[in-house]
């Protein structure tokens, strides 16, 4: 499986966009990258999934570049309300049955 | 549609006692997963079922069982509570498709004393 590495933790303040990097340098072929949201006292939430370029939601976008060795996830004008901790997974394609494995996550404190 | 579902939401034992935690998802999803996550740190997978009528173990398995009891049902069993097994609990279940991901449950906070 494929090991991710993100930053501990970030500072932002509100209306400011917010960018995420996780490095998956021996990501395979089949893995997608997905993002997950934690807020204190309840479970991680799925925010968004992609392969390859770019991914929009209405929450968030995704950046991958070519070799796929990292991705991005970028939250635009944040608010409070975004504090949160957020998780990189690498998973392959058909995901449902596989052993996955969440990091330590970015810890990301929205200022006023 | 109520998702994931896991009960009880507290629990205090004591050293050496026994309990189940519970959970249910209405979903029809085939895999469901059990993670442990101690205060500050990331999420820790106890165990998973691909399937009903399969279980595996994960990263941290020890002083735990499991059983899939059903397609919706999943419980994890202490069967003798040490003050190292306090931590929150989450139950999970996946769909098989993409850009959906895992559904969590909203936890049970297990406190060993």
């Known amino acids: 499986l494929a090991k991710t590495t993100q930053p501990i933790s970030m500072d932002s303040y509100e209306g400011q966009e917010v960018n995420i990097t996780c490095s998956h340098n021996?990501?395979?072929?089949?893995?997608?990258i997905t993002w997950y949201q934690q807020f204190p006292s309840q479970g991680p939430r799925f925010i968004i999934q992609?392969?390859?370029t770019k991914v929009t939601n209405e929450v968030a976008s995704l950046f991958i570049p070519a070799d796929r060795k990292s991705s991005t996830l970028s939250l635009p004008r944040v608010s409070l309300s975004d504090t949160a901790v957020y998780y990189c997974?690498?998973?392959?394609?058909?995901?449902?049955?596989?052993?996955?494995?969440f990091g330590g996550g970015t810890r990301l404190m929205v200022k006023p | 549609n109520a998702g994931v579902t896991q009960t009880p939401k507290f629990q205090v034992l004591k050293t050496g006692q026994s309990m189940t935690l519970q959970c249910a998802q209405d979903?029809?999803?085939?895999?469901m997963y059990w993670y442990r996550q101690d205060p500050g740190m990331g999420l820790r997978l106890i165990y998973y079922?691909?399937?009903?009528?399969?279980?595996d173990k994960g990263e941290v398995p020890n002083g735990y069982n499991v059983s899939r009891l059903n397609k919706r049902e999943f419980s994890l069993r202490l069967e003798s509570a040490a003050p190292s097994q306090t931590s929150v609990y989450f139950c999970?279940?996946?769909?098989?498709?993409?850009?959906?991901?895992?559904?969590f449950g909203s936890g049970t906070r297990l406190t060993v004393v």
């Open positions: 021996n990501i395979a072929t089949n893995d997608y």
């Open positions: 999970a279940s996946i769909s098989e498709g993409l850009n959906y991901g895992y559904t």
């Open positions: 979903m029809n999803h085939n895999s």
């Open positions: 992609g392969y390859k």
């Open positions: 997974l690498v998973d392959p394609w058909g995901n449902a049955g596989n052993m996955l494995t």
């Open positions: 079922s691909a399937s009903e009528g399969t279980t």
